[in-house]
């Protein structure tokens, strides 16, 4: 199975800046995925992040308040930006092991925003 | 978009009681996975049941898949208190999207307390 880490496990920010989550796995993976789970409540897919290209985007979530980053095939970040207190949330990274479409999940990030 | 709906929301059992967990999906699938939380922490994952299976075993755990009823199951058996958080059910949906590169689509999940 693949082994994912990620980084930080949990921050406390302020309004308006932005944090910066990695995600390293330790093998390469043609697909990352970010997900986004909110107080309380189910997971939710952000984007798709493919090596060389640029990330897909589900309803709801932009390039800009999301940045995207996938330069090489065992590692991706995802910024948050602009934070406000809406964004606190667990934000997690993932990964699917393509010989058995079995997806693993990392850590977690934990984000409060004040 | 949630694709499933977990029942129920929330379960409480006893120590050794078994526990049952059902998952309904709205589209056509390739596989459906079953993932644990604790304390909002990680996904652990648990099982993965493809569209042309019926039903899986891991363990204590067993897993049923209805795909004419868009419908899956869960049964922990002799349950213990460290089973004790969240099952979440999340479907490979077959689309348009080259398949291995479909993401997964969660469901709202149960939440499942086992007392000693």
């Known amino acids: 199975s693949a082994v994912i880490s990620q980084k930080p496990s949990r921050d406390i920010c302020q309004r308006g800046t932005s944090l910066t989550i990695q995600c390293q796995v330790d093998s390469q993976v043609t697909m990352m995925f970010w997900y986004r789970q909110q107080p309380g409540q189910s997971l939710t897919l952000i984007a798709t992040?493919?090596?060389?290209?640029?990330?897909?985007?589900e309803s709801g979530f932009v390039i800009d308040k999301f940045p995207i980053s996938r330069p090489n095939l065992t590692f991706s970040t995802l910024t948050v930006s602009n934070m406000s207190p809406e964004d606190s949330s667990i934000y997690l990274c993932?990964?699917?092991?393509?010989?058995?479409?079995?997806?693993?999940f990392g850590p977690g990030t934990r984000l409060t925003v004040l | 978009s949630q694709q499933g709906e977990e029942d129920p929301q929330a379960l409480s059992i006893q120590e050794g009681e078994n526990a049952t967990m059902n998952c309904s999906y709205k589209?056509?699938?390739?596989?459906l996975q079953w993932y644990r939380q604790n304390s909002g922490r990680g996904l652990v994952h648990l099982i993965l049941i493809r569209s042309n299976e019926r039903e899986k075993h891991s363990g204590r755990l067993r897993v049923t898949l209805d795909t004419s009823k868009k419908s899956s199951s869960l049964l922990i058996t002799a349950s213990r208190a460290a089973d004790t958080a969240s099952y979440f059910c999340?479907?490979?949906?077959?689309?348009?999207?080259?398949?291995?590169?479909?993401?997964?689509?969660f469901g709202k999940g149960t939440r499942l307390s086992v007392i000693a």
């Open positions: 992040a493919n090596q060389g290209s640029e990330a897909t985007y």
């Open positions: 993932s990964v699917k092991q393509g010989n058995t479409d079995t997806q693993y």
């Open positions: 589209t056509s699938i390739n596989n």
């Open positions: 999340a479907t490979d949906a077959r689309g348009p999207r080259v398949s291995g590169n479909t993401p997964l689509v």
